[in-house]
């Protein structure tokens, strides 16, 4: 079964009630509730780039794989460790149900997430400091939701990222997380593609599936990469195409069917994939991105995890990819079907860059 779509959340903020005092009961978080109807005010940012000389620095963080994704350890007011997912497609973090009860955190505002199943109006703890390894983010209210529906203790999601480096090693199983003021060495002849950002998540613009050009946003927590119908039309049309059934469900809980099929090729920058398992389903974070008219995809960790190294810089607005190895290789995607799909994953043009070590 397919899990755990991402989180791109605080769309709009409701209106609170004033906040628990520290010698008060422990605050009572009440239900998931539906989200009133909104149209998305996203503003389009400057571009991002694709970059294979892109280099992190800092300190590894020792990662664990749970299914496809990178969990790290995270004290939340000097609490923990607890394990967070890494998130890049999530607005903000999160912080789960028990961490708030066990911590006392107090009430912030009822704040509206903008799930891949579902929009809900869910309430917000304050907290006073994240640490993720030496990186410390003070004053943060987040959403509390229950730990069974975001597969771990909570999220890390741009609000913690938006001024770092972060590379996913997903070959060591570590993390590593710098901060992006730190200059870098270019190189010359760097080879570079552009892309934008929105609401800073990297959205990818050199992206083609087949001939068709699109738009390709970087979510590390989502286990499953989606295509919208704009995409789904123009890859396919009336052909007739083989299909298979699976679920996703989203960190509010809910689950929706979706179909799925195989794409003869898929090209990111400097690397390509062939024969790429892909769902299609127009689920809210197109519309939210203003990416629903157009063809896109959320570029899930059922495809990053096959990278040996996936390196982001959310201040430069950088991205790069590093293969396990330069020769094409045939990786196995887990798509909870009982087909088994064999992709194959390989330098375009053979560019060495994404294989240095």
């Not at 961490?99 to 809900?120: F, H, S, Y």
Request: hydrophobic share 40%.
């Amino acid at each position: 079964m397919l899990r755990r779509g991402p989180l791109l959340a605080l769309a709009l903020v409701l209106g609170a009630g004033p906040a628990a005092a520290a010698d008060e009961e422990p605050p009572v978080i009440g239900r998931y509730r539906a989200a009133p109807v909104t149209k998305p005010n996203v503003a389009p940012l400057p571009p991002a780039e694709f970059d294979n000389s892109l280099a992190v620095g800092g300190n590894d963080i020792k990662a664990r794989e749970v299914d496809t994704r990178l969990n790290v350890d995270v004290h939340v007011n000097g609490r923990g460790p607890y394990r967070f997912v890494v998130d890049s497609g999530a607005d903000t973090s999160v912080v789960g149900q028990r961490i708030a009860r066990d911590l006392e955190l107090p009430l912030g505002t009822p704040v509206i997430l903008n799930g891949v199943t579902a929009r809900n109006v869910v309430d917000s703890v304050k907290i006073a400091e994240l640490k993720i390894g030496t990186s410390r983010i003070p004053n943060l209210e987040l959403p509390a939701l229950r730990e069974s529906d975001v597969g771990s203790d909570g999220l890390i999601g741009i609000d913690a990222l938006n001024q770092q480096r972060l590379m996913l090693d997903f070959e060591a199983h570590k993390v590593r997380v710098e901060d992006a003021r730190t200059p870098v060495h270019i190189n010359p002849g760097d080879i570079v593609v552009t892309a934008k950002r929105v609401q800073g998540q990297l959205i990818l613009t050199h992206v083609k599936a087949g001939s068709v050009s699109l738009d390709a946003v970087i979510d590390t927590g989502s286990e499953v990469t989606i295509g919208n119908s704009a995409l789904r039309e123009k890859l396919i049309g009336r052909h007739n195409v083989k299909f298979w059934n699976a679920e996703v469900t989203g960190v509010t809980g809910v689950t929706i069917p979706i179909q799925m099929t195989t794409i003869a090729r898929l090209q990111l920058g400097p690397v390509t994939l062939e024969d790429v398992p892909i769902a299609f389903a127009d689920v809210p974070p197109f519309e939210m991105f203003g990416l629903s008219d157009q063809p896109a995809l959320l570029l899930g960790t059922d495809l990053l995890e096959k990278f040996r190294r996936v390196s982001l810089d959310f201040r430069a607005r950088k991205v790069r990819f590093q293969l396990r190895q330069c020769k094409e290789q045939g990786v196995i995607i887990h798509t909870g079907s009982d087909t088994i799909n064999i992709t194959r994953l390989y330098s375009t043009n053979g560019s060495a860059e994404v294989c240095q070590r």
